[in-house]
DNA sequence: TGTACATCAGTGAACGCGCGTTCACTGATGTAC
DNA sequence: TGTACATCAGTGAACGCGCGTTCACTGATGTAC
């Protein structure tokens, strides 16, 4: 936002105060994580008494709900660039580069990647404000889902369509043009996309990979291929 | 174990209070998660003064580590008790049994499943003690691996053959007569399971599914299919 | 343009709490002769 | 079988630390006339 008549210095103050005490938080968050996230030391960090951070911040947890709401939006705004940038592309190049763009932010981001997608921080309910920014990723995702040509192979009938109903929320979510099994295909390649990263983020593929980023490519490609989102160009 | 001769009473003390610290500290864990795991709860919790603990325990983190040897060791027990019952079934029925072993625990157990497979505890470095523990719930998968047969769809040729290298440390675990294919998409399934798994249980699919337990049904059913572990038998 | 008042930012002390870990000590259990 | 000594279990006090949140207060910024 541009200085504005409107704006006073004391809400510009606010404002760059507001992103000074997330961002500080954010640091904090990859050394203590989550549940070590202090209210002190962020004030510490800043040089105010810890008793200032209460007219910014209502609370620890409302702490954790901006930076929850940040980094959401972060990973949600890399993912739309990708849609842009290759919106003329075919299916299998959108999944490739979206699958490699959400990896690349997470791995330059572990511990923002871990706050959205690892364990929920015990007692902290996330509020509904967080909605929105988490949905965006998602929304990218079933984009591309509803892109897939009719005669794809995603669309083949699946083994057991007589669970269909179990994901009755997730049509509501989808555009009515998307079918079931590309929808079930792309929610299991979703899945297999973040289990695949937890793995790695998390050390469960310690000792078995040695390249990541190359598996990461075996891995999308394989993904796609295998679960018809993605067809073979030769 | 029986009480021997060559057992004292001390000895028999010590097992049962370690079991019981252990005992404390897993169901704490459960309500304050691993990083808010405290020494003097689970003394609390056990009408002992807070520095009798550490005659049986070294220091929280160590406490930590007999935590999560069991619950990974629980885990393999279940995997194994479900390996040992279907050791004569076609791998379908293997796989599938296999998935909802796993499930039914993690759901039981969702609190032990995020210490295993959710965020790594910040400043926290598993030490190697834990490994043999962690390996058991996988080798009862490489070894199904090993029994899919010789002209399964599972062995259709990868997408992305040349980048097998990525993968050394795995073939390397694996027994020697697994394919490469087989083994990649085993791994890739094995992700997708835990990926489903981790997004049912951190609440990531809120909303879009209805019921998870059928949900489960439809997704092993379509990832053995899907990467070709399994074949309809129809 | 200047003044009177209201609003907001930031301070520092305090409340009440919890933590991991150490240490000198008492009393019980085990062992060797 | 009984005694002397060594080992272990458990205590309670203490050290030094950190935390979230509240509250009365001072001084600066904004607003209405």
Chains 1, 2 share one sequence.
């Not at 968050?29 to 008494?49: C, Y």
């Amino acid at each position: 936002m541009p200085p504005s008549a409107s704006r006073t210095a004391r809400a510009i103050a606010r404002e760059q105060l507001i992103a000074a005490i997330v961002a500080s938080a954010r640091e904090q968050l990859g050394v203590v994580g989550p549940v070590g996230l202090s209210v002190r030391a962020v004030a510490r960090d800043l040089n105010m008494a810890s008793s200032a951070l209460y007219r910014y911040v209502a609370s620890r947890d409302d702490l954790l709900t901006l930076l929850i709401v940040q980094i959401y939006d972060e990973l949600g705004a890399v993912a739309e660039a990708c849609e842009a940038e290759c919106a003329d592309a075919d299916v299998s190049t959108r999944w490739l580069t979206l699958c490699h763009a959400v990896r690349g932010w997470a791995v330059a981001h572990p511990h923002d990647y871990a706050l959205l997608y690892g364990t929920p921080v015990p007692g902290y309910a996330a509020p509904a404000a967080t909605i929105p920014a988490a949905t965006r990723v998602t929304s990218v995702f079933v984009r591309l889902l509803a892109a897939i040509p009719e005669d794809s192979p995603a669309g083949r009938p699946l083994e057991r369509p007589d669970l269909v109903g179990s994901i009755a929320g997730l049509t509501a979510f989808a555009p009515g043009t998307t079918r079931e099994p590309v929808l079930v295909r792309g929610l299991l390649a979703w899945s297999a996309v973040f289990g695949t990263l937890s793995f790695e983020l998390f050390g469960h593929l310690e000792g078995a990979i040695t390249d990541y980023s190359r598996y990461a490519d075996l891995a999308f490609a394989q993904l796609g291929a295998d679960f018809g989102l993605t067809v073979a160009t030769t």
